[in-house]
């Protein structure tokens, strides 16, 4: 379960910014209490709809995320230096900012790290317990000294693993460009009774249980269309979103096919990263789908073999037609439905899904019916959605609750910000997408006005 994320000097982002799935004590009504996910004593929100309009900083949002799996996997990605916000100078030197504050089987976390990205060069680094009552609980602190990392932990480590965790932070002392989360968890096995098995329960949920989408993003591990019971329920489906494709159907691929469709560059890249990502979750082989261009396969990708295995894509009847429609036939919509399959079909117990531009392609009763589709599928499921959109049409209190709406926006200085609807007093319009779109809670484009007819009536060119 996703609690908080700050996030500070990235992109847009200048001054340090939060965003909660807390449940505000504002709202009166409208409460949708199940779209409130408890563990613990904690309770948190299923969606975050965020608002803003172009250029304000929602892409980056979703980029905060994908920065930070990066990151965590592969260590600072070589175009890091890129990314500080370009608004002040100063900000080229000063660190940037990521936490992420989360729930792993009962237990609640703040893991997050600084770095100077200009530098390629991390500053510091935490994982902490936290808890309602009490101090946190430093689990790992890592800090630079004398210009080399120092890790240091609270654990009440037996002296063997004492030794261990000594040896493990001495090793580490020089790297700067990688995250000590991921090192605890790289060739290491610890047994089930050990003191670092929360090494191993953050850093898997983190990794598996944050899913990004974007639009030629590959997405590892997404079994949906390997698991018959669910592709028959998405055939179910489908024909009631009036799409035009009425069933899936699963074709085999040759390899040669695959590679005429897939760059070289892309497929290379895309299996390193699998198999890294196998390594560190200690698996044997993984399932894929893949979206390249206008194709989208499914693989299995295994440590015995080079090459991809178990090829096939998904080909689709309309209605009475004689000929099936290969996928990159299909319109852009309808593309974008399978992308949302994915999240009906992939989300297990516990997951948190990340959509930028949730609504592309998508006709607004399209994403609407999906919205609905995926509260009543994970209603009693710990299981969350994040998305972006521009449109208003979604913005309803029968679909979200005043927290769970968010804007985005620049200010004066020109970095983002974001706050939630429930910051507003005094709602009594039930009109949400009006008071939006008349300017009332921001976050909207301030047009100015221009006239080619003017401009004629003036003599310019």
């Known amino acids: 379960m996703l609690i908080r994320i700050e996030v500070e000097n990235f992109k847009s982002f200048d001054e340090r910014v939060e965003l909660a799935t807390i449940p505000s004590k504002r709202p009166r009504k409208h409460l949708h209490l199940d779209h409130i996910i408890e563990v613990g004593g904690l309770r948190a929100l299923k969606f975050i709809a965020m608002y803003g309009a172009n250029a304000s900083g929602k892409t980056n ?10 990151t965590l996997i592969n260590g600072l990605p070589a175009d890091a230096e890129r990314f500080f916000c370009k608004n002040r100078r100063e900000n080229e030197k000063r660190g940037s900012l990521f ?3 989360f729930e792993v089987k009962g237990k609640f976390y703040a893991y997050g790290f600084e770095v100077i990205l200009a530098e390629r060069k991390i500053l510091h680094e935490w994982l902490y317990e936290l808890f309602v009552d009490k101090e946190p609980l430093i689990v790992f602190e890592r800090k630079i000294d004398n210009l080399r990392n120092v890790v240091e932990t609270s654990l009440s480590l037996p002296p063997d693993e004492d030794v261990r965790f000594k040896t493990y932070s001495n090793d580490f002392a020089e790297t700067f460009d990688s995250l000590f989360l991921a090192e605890m968890n790289h060739n290491k096995i610890f047994g089930g009774t050990s003191s670092f098995k929360v090494f191993n329960e953050t850093f898997q949920w983190l990794l598996k249980n944050i899913v ?19 592709k028959s329920i998405i055939n179910e489906i489908l024909p009631t979103f009036d799409a035009g494709a009425t069933e899936i159907l699963v074709k085999d691929v040759s390899l040669a096919e695959f590679k005429r469709a897939v760059p070289e560059e892309i497929l290379n ?3 390193e990263k699998a198999r890294k990502e196998m390594k560190l979750l200690k698996a ?29 894509t998904l080909v689709f009847k309309h209605g009475k037609s004689f ?35 949730l609504d592309r392609s998508l006709h607004p009763m399209i994403t ?94």
């Open 269 to 271: 890249d895309f299996l």
């Open 368 to 461: 609407r019916r999906f919205l609905e589709l995926f509260n009543e599928r994970y209603r009693d499921k710990n299981v969350q959605l994040l998305f972006t959109t521009h449109e208003a049409e979604l913005m309803t209190y029968d679909l979200f609750r005043r927290d769970e709406i968010w804007f985005v926006e620049r200010g004066a200085d020109n970095g983002s910000f974001v706050y939630p609807l429930s910051l507003f007093k005094n709602l009594s319009s039930e009109n949400v997408v009006a008071d939006y779109l008349d300017g009332r809670f921001g976050a909207v484009p301030v047009l100015k006005k221009y006239s080619f007819k003017s401009r004629e009536e003036d003599g310019s060119n």
């Open 99 to 101: 936490e992420i504050q």
């Open 284 to 312: 044997s082989a993984v399932n894929c789908s893949v979206r390249s261009g206008n194709n989208l396969f499914n693989f299995k990708v295994n440590n015995s073999n080079s090459e991809p295995q178990d090829l096939t």
């Open 323 to 357: 000929f099936e429609l290969p996928f990159k036939d299909e319109s852009d919509g309808t593309k974008r439905l399978f992308d949302l399959f994915g999240v009906l079909f992939s989300g297990s117990g516990d997951a948190v899904f990340i959509f930028d531009e």
């Open 212 to 230: 990004v989408f974007s639009p030629n993003e590959s997405v590892v591990d997404l079994r949906v269309y390997y698991d018959e019971s669910a």
């Open 61 to 70: 949002f979703v980029d905060f995320f994908r920065f930070f799996k990066t």
